[in-house]
């Protein structure tokens, strides 16, 4: 982890150390998600992946009732609150700490008051109310997100230039935002947001340079998961990217990130214990090293 970079994320009910990469699983509640089908709409079927994700070890878990891939339309607040309430309520028992991904400050305030840890806006807190009803509460965590454009017309028309500068430029204007109204930099964590009207090599930009991003002051949150960049490269569908979705998830946390938004928990999380093991065994040969030649 880079010097100047926080080690833990203050959340509602957790601090979550972010010494070590963590694993934020992802729960789509909506019947129209472009990864998953809807495989778990409904409550039961999605409490229950709920439980498996963390039996898989997932650290975190990510609600979201409403689907932001390209060229959707928006859901209404109250289709939205029916769908995600009900799991949001259990899933809180689990143990691990529950963010949710919404953008409409009504719900925001609303999953708060019952126990939500994160709030997690692909509009970065930018629809009026979002940021007071973040601030109004004393601790929650809160990821930023870069999106270009909004979900109906991202990728037709993505950015255009050098999107480091700019994605970097957005996160700490919003983050300012958000500081002036009282929110501590411990409670904000920034994501670059990959594939959110941006072009397949401005994606792979972000990664490979993903240590400027990191210049911001604020951890890093890393969503590749099956994303259509890894497509454009592999030429494989959406349900073939479990492998490249893995690689990106490592790339992204060998330049940096700590925690990494996945479908895929099992695999994710084996490889990241594969790294933990290598990073382990170089710290303490580094050590022997630097005894041996004062």
């Not at 409670?187 to 994606?203: C, S």
């Not at 454009?232 to 990130?257: D, F, I, Y």
């Not at 996945?262 to 630097?290: F, M």
Request: proline fraction near 6%; glycine fraction near 8%; hydrophobic fraction near 45%.
């Amino acid at each position: 982890m880079a010097q100047n970079q926080p080690m833990h994320w203050q959340t509602t009910r957790h601090r979550i150390d972010l010494a070590t990469p963590r694993v934020m699983g992802i729960v789509n509640l909506t019947p129209d998600s472009f990864s998953d089908g809807g495989r778990h709409a409904g409550t039961r079927p999605a409490l229950a992946h709920c439980e498996e994700l963390v039996a898989q070890g997932a650290h975190i878990l990510d609600l979201g009732a409403e689907s932001s891939r390209p060229g959707t339309a928006p859901v209404s607040l109250e289709e939205e609150r029916a769908r995600l309430l009900p799991v949001l309520r259990e899933a809180l028992s689990l143990g691990v700490p529950v963010s949710v991904d919404t953008y409409k400050p009504a719900l925001m305030r609303e999953v708060l008051d019952l126990g939500a840890d994160i709030v997690n806006d692909i509009w970065a807190l930018r629809q009026p109310g979002a940021r007071e009803a973040v601030a109004a509460h004393p601790s929650c965590g809160v990821c930023l997100m870069h999106m270009h454009g909004e979900p109906r017309t991202m990728q037709r028309v993505p950015m255009e230039g050098d999107a480091v500068p700019q994605v970097l430029a957005f996160l700490q204007e919003q983050t300012a935002a958000l500081g002036r109204l009282g929110v501590d930099k411990a409670r904000v964590v920034w994501d670059a947001g990959i594939g959110f009207g941006k072009t397949v090599e401005q994606n792979f930009a972000l990664l490979a340079r993903q240590h400027e991003l990191l210049a911001g002051g604020h951890p890093l949150l890393a969503g590749w998961s099956r994303k259509s960049s890894l497509g454009a490269v592999t030429g494989l569908a959406v349900h073939e990217r479990l492998a490249p979705s893995v690689a990106a998830a490592l790339l992204a946390v060998e330049r940096g990130a700590r925690i990494v938004r996945v479908h895929d928990v099992r695999e994710t999380a084996a490889a990241l214990q594969v790294w933990n093991s290598t990073i382990s065994a170089v710290l303490p040969a580094q050590g022997r090293a630097g005894r041996s030649n004062p």
